[in-house]
């Protein structure tokens, strides 16, 4: 039997899990975006 605890404690979990992933996810594009735009600007400065 679970307790009102408990299913707080896995949803908690849950979101947190969540958060995570898409966080990981928006930085691996934002450092892709950063890393393009790296490239692009020392291209142009050389």
Do not use: P, Q, Y
Not at 20 to 41: C, D, P, Q, Y
């Amino acid at each position: 039997m679970l307790t009102d605890k408990m299913m707080e404690d896995a949803e908690m979990a849950a979101l947190r899990k969540k958060i995570m992933e898409s966080t990981e996810h928006e930085l691996r594009f934002f450092n892709m975006a950063v890393i393009k735009e790296r490239w692009t600007g020392a291209g142009v400065n050389a």
